[in-house]
């Protein structure tokens, strides 16, 4: 079974520009999250959707980062305009739907803004 | 809220050690426990939880964390690392009940011939 795919891998983007990051949860899974992870800050979660439906996007860090999940198989996670300090690594990860199951993550999204 | 601290940022230790990478978690409520290692350019993987039960849980790769009420601890063991036992390790925890999971900043272990 294929795991949780995201992509690109690796993005180097000027600053300013749109960058939009892609994932597809596990088949079946319906709780999806986006997390970041940068050496300063560790691993945040940004946000996370469950049937589809953002539950708790608290972690946004501003207006220029938006989410989507327009069905049970797709998520975007976009950030417009970019800036330097965006640059981390987003990692997907679902699960089901069930208090205390396991969250299964991508390999991450390696974002560079210059 | 809940929040965790995982109390040792690195851990150096040599081939065959045996090693301890704790972890101390605040919650008001009941929480599940959780240990995720990363390996080098990927993402995190489960290593064991604990979600009821006994106390002491067995995971993958020979580890195993013992979850104490009292002392809001869940502290991961193995009794003798390997090389590729060196990764950054993560605590989290989630409310019982809840589907939010809260990361600790993570202890790079690494693992010295």
């Known amino acids: 079974d294929a795991g949780v795919i995201q992509s690109p891998r690796h993005e180097v983007t000027e600053m300013g520009q749109e960058v939009t990051l892609r994932c597809k949860p596990i088949?079946?899974?319906?709780?999806l999250f986006w997390y970041r992870q940068t050496m300063m800050r560790g691993l945040e979660l940004l946000i996370y959707f469950n049937n589809n439906v953002p539950i708790d996007d608290s972690g946004m860090p501003e207006d220029r980062f938006s989410a989507k999940m327009p069905n049970a198989s797709f998520s975007t996670l976009k950030i417009q305009p970019s800036e330097p300090r965006d640059s981390a690594v987003y990692f997907c990860a679902s699960s089901l739907d069930i208090s205390g199951n396991t969250i299964y993550f991508g390999e991450g999204s390696w974002l560079t803004v210059v | 809220a809940q929040s965790v601290t995982q109390l040792d940022s690195q851990v150096p230790v040599f081939e065959e050690a045996p090693v301890e990478l704790r972890c101390n978690y605040s919650?008001?409520?009941?929480?599940?426990l959780f240990w995720y290692v990363q390996y080098p350019n990927q993402g995190l993987q489960l290593l064991l939880k604990y979600l009821s039960g006994s106390t002491l849980v067995k995971g993958i790769n020979g580890f195993e964390a013992e979850f104490n009420k009292s002392q809001t601890s869940f502290h991961l063991r193995k009794p003798s690392v390997h090389i590729s036992d060196t990764a950054e390790y993560f605590c989290?925890?989630?409310?019982?009940?809840?589907?939010?999971?809260?990361f600790g900043a993570g202890t790079r272990l690494f693992v010295k011939a």
């Open positions: 989290a925890v989630t409310n019982t009940g809840g589907f939010k999971t809260i």
């Open positions: 919650s008001s409520v009941s929480v599940y």
């Open positions: 088949s079946g899974h319906n709780s």
